[in-house]
């Protein structure tokens, strides 16, 4: 340690030469001795020179430091040999800030190797992405999902498929998107979503990528069988009494009035099953919607007197009152006889005391309207709630099951979504969004 403090000594030697000889010229002038002076004058000019070129020096190398770490330079090293060198304290104290900051660097490294590690241990694609366009950061599953081998602007994705740069490109916070699109191999399923992030004063975002390919096929296959089952059902019940009697009719001498009520039976049977046909090509042909705008309180005017609310307490809850909606009439008007006569149903067949419907609306930041349909009825049984948007899948005798089916297609086609919000014993909740 004692190496290290002669510079310090070398400091306090000329400091104190300096306070000496300031003192000895001042007491030479006071006594009129002024030409013994220029000896203690001599003196002073040395040890301040030798002073300032001192501290000059650590200056410099303060200075060679600092723009050192500015430059991400850490490779220097100053040499703390007395024999050497006059600054070795200052030097070993240099020495000593590079090595932590060093340290600290390497730390800062080995966190974004983890974080880079966590990246690529992930399934779902990451992709940064700074105001300009230009891709900070990628993991190999983005890379995988999207069919490409490197992202370095998100221009680069114009080549992939237009579809996908705008999603990527137009996406906002909180929002998600699904793009479809096909390449020279396979064709794509992707679901996109994003947050926001600031990082060194820079506002970027952060887009999740997810191959949604294989979980639309498994549910495209379920929703398949379950239509299957439905359809075999219905066809097989329509078919066998068809068969059996026909059957007997041929294999047998029957009179005019067998006949008769065979064909009867025959003719019934088929009616029946072109009703179930026809049903099945409404939930497959809902035409492609014509928009306009409409106030939705109108809409809900004209609903009530078609399936005739009387027996029913509608509370509406319209906010703000004139809320218009941007969509086909004719189409939202079945989504909302559907709901309502539903709703007024389930209402009979719980046999409450105060039969109730309440409609509610709201806008939300994104301009997107919500709308809720609730009644105060009995909860919808928990092994028919996984169905009740299957084309054909009915709990009522009479029921042709596509109601619910079609109400949520024609959402779909105007961008918007049709679920079950809640659903227990006084409160079943069916909610709407538009966009």
Known sequence: MKQKLIPLGEIMLYVSSIILMTALMCYLWHNAYHKYMLLPFLVLVICLFRLFALYGGILKKLNFVFSAVQNDDYSFRFAEDKKITRHAMVNYTLNRIKEIMDDVKDRMREKERCFQLIMECVNTGIVTIMENGTVVQTNSAALQIMGI?????????????????NAIEGIRPQQQRTVRYTTGIDEKSILVGC???????RRMRVISIDNIREELDSKELESWEKLTRILTHEIMNSLAPVTSISHSLISSENDDLTIQRGLETIHSTSESLMRFVDSFRSVTRIPTPQKSLFHLSDLLTETFALISCDDVDIVLDIEPVNTMLYADRTLMSQVFVNLLK???????????NERQIRISSRIDAEERIHIEITNNGAAIPAEAVENIFTPFFTTKIDGSGIGLAVSRQILRLHGGSLRLKHNCEGRVTFAIVVE
């Not at 081998?149 to 740069?165: A, F, G, V």
């Not at 539903?342 to 409450?352: D, G, P, Q, R, V």
């Open 195 to 201: 947050s926001s992030m600031e990082f060194d004063g």
């Open 342 to 352: 539903n709703a007024k149903e389930a209402l009979i067949k719980s046999e409450c």
């Open 149 to 165: 081998e490197c992202l370095t602007h998100i221009d680069q994705l114009r080549t992939l498929s237009d579809d996908l740069y």
